[in-house]
């Protein structure tokens, strides 16, 4: 931020959230405020004031405000090529059940203090043998392996995550369903504020708007976002459903930990659409031909936050405490792990592998995969879907099964290695 020729002063701003009542500030105003960081428009001074007064003032736990900041640093990013992703997408065809074949992701915001083994990153792997994922990351803050780090680790060839671009992502899907989404190439405006958070020392707005800032958001169809506070749980439902999100589900362990956890309860917040009785038209959804010119005209569905438990018993699993799902810590065991257990070379009974089947499942049921009543996903597949339906509705252990298929058939395994080879090839230059 050496810069500050163009710099504006949000000076007024900052003197009512330093006040007696900051909530007269909108949410408007602060997502404005902040999107001049992405432009390297603020002094480090009233950058770094921004930062502070939200966290002090809590505005930056604010439904809206979330919503509202998640969404200005979207139009700050690199913007992919949504028709040709369209496309892609229409092409691959992967519905089933109530999946529709779009993107998918499995996220948390981090900050748990857990240290456990790269959950999101290898279920969002497994996940792709039939999901398309956009899984977006970034290297570690506040642990010792993020997901950008466990990748770039695998032996013998990793894949090159900066390949992975607005103008390149369609030809990744184009030949595997799996993409990683490295943040710093997307979000280039944070590399404004990145020294800024790293002297302040606590967690900013911008730990929490990372599960929001999918480069790809308004494309993805569902997923699931783990917070280390349970606190911030219906927040951050809340903040998603007014981004327009319908198919998600807010998890956090009752450690406080940011995934569906092995060693005891889930906290869930689940986002459900269901029919709007002031609905005026016709109540089947297929009649597209169903228009009205009355802008104001109630919506055929309503979003609905639902709060339930899960239990690892949900999805057929003991528990395991935290202490045996701790990975190997660095980044190159525990991409040495990951391989294995893409190779099932892991047991059964490993806690790990439960750890990872668990939210794996997870987002295949949110996806609406596992709401088919038949499964033909190949070779391995006996295709004898498990109807029993656990918290929240959910097929839970039909999960535990599609995720167990696609590392028993090599699905996962192959996901990442087309992955691997496709930005391989990719010229960066």
């Not at 990372?210 to 958001?217: F, I, K, R």
């Amino acid at each position: 931020m050496a810069d500050h020729s163009q710099t504006i002063s949000i000076a007024p701003l900052l003197n009512i959230l330093s006040g007696p009542c900051p909530t007269t500030v909108t949410a408007d105003e602060i997502a404005s405020a902040l999107a001049l960081i992405f432009d390297n428009r603020l002094s480090q001074i009233q950058c770094s004031s921004l930062l502070t007064l939200l966290h002090v003032t809590k505005r930056d736990r604010e439904a809206p405000v979330i919503a509202k900041c998640a969404a200005r640093m979207r139009e700050a990013a690199a913007q992919v090529d949504r028709p040709a992703l369209r496309q892609i997408i229409r092409k691959k065809a992967l519905k089933e059940g109530n999946y529709k074949g779009g993107l998918c992701d499995i996220v948390g915001t981090g900050g748990d203090g857990h240290s456990t083994f790269n959950v999101s990153t290898t279920a969002s792997i497994i996940a792709s043998s039939r999901l398309l994922l956009s899984k977006h990351g970034n290297r570690a803050s506040s642990s010792m392996s993020g997901s950008a780090d466990l990748l770039q680790s695998v032996e013998p060839k990793g894949p090159i995550i900066e390949a992975v671009s607005a103008g390149t992502l369609h030809e990744v899907y184009g030949e595997t369903n799996y993409a990683f989404l490295f943040a710093p190439k997307f979000h280039p405006g944070m590399r404004h504020v990145a020294p800024i958070r790293k002297d302040l020392g606590f967690r900013t707005i911008f730990n929490i708007l990372g599960p929001l800032a999918n480069p790809v958001e308004g494309m993805i169809e569902a997923r699931i976002v783990g917070v280390a506070n349970r606190s911030l749980g219906p927040i951050f439902a809340e903040a998603l459903r007014l981004s327009g999100a319908k198919k998600a589900m807010v998890v956090c362990g009752a450690e406080e930990l940011d995934e569906i956890s092995c060693a005891g309860p889930t906290y869930c917040w689940q986002l459900v659409e269901r029919p709007n009785p002031e609905f005026r038209g016709p109540r089947n959804e297929e009649d597209e031909e169903y228009t009205t010119s009355d802008e104001e005209a109630p919506p055929r569905t309503l979003t609905k936050i639902e709060e339930f438990q899960l239990h690892p018993s949900d999805f057929g699993f003991p528990v395991h405490p935290l202490s045996e799902v701790s990975g190997g810590k660095m980044p190159k065991e525990n991409a040495a792990i990951l391989v294995k257990l893409l190779k099932n070379e892991l047991p059964e009974d490993d806690p790990v592998l439960r750890f990872v089947l668990t939210n794996a499942a997870a987002l295949f049921v949110m996806a609406g995969i596992c709401d088919a009543d038949s499964s033909k996903m190949g070779h391995g597949d006996d295709g004898k879907v498990i109807t029993e339906t656990g918290p929240g509705g959910g097929r839970w252990k039909e999960g535990v099964r599609r995720a167990r298929w696609a590392i028993r058939s090599g699905e996962a395994l192959r996901a990442l290695e087309g992955y691997i080879e496709v930005t391989n090839r990719i010229d960066i230059r």
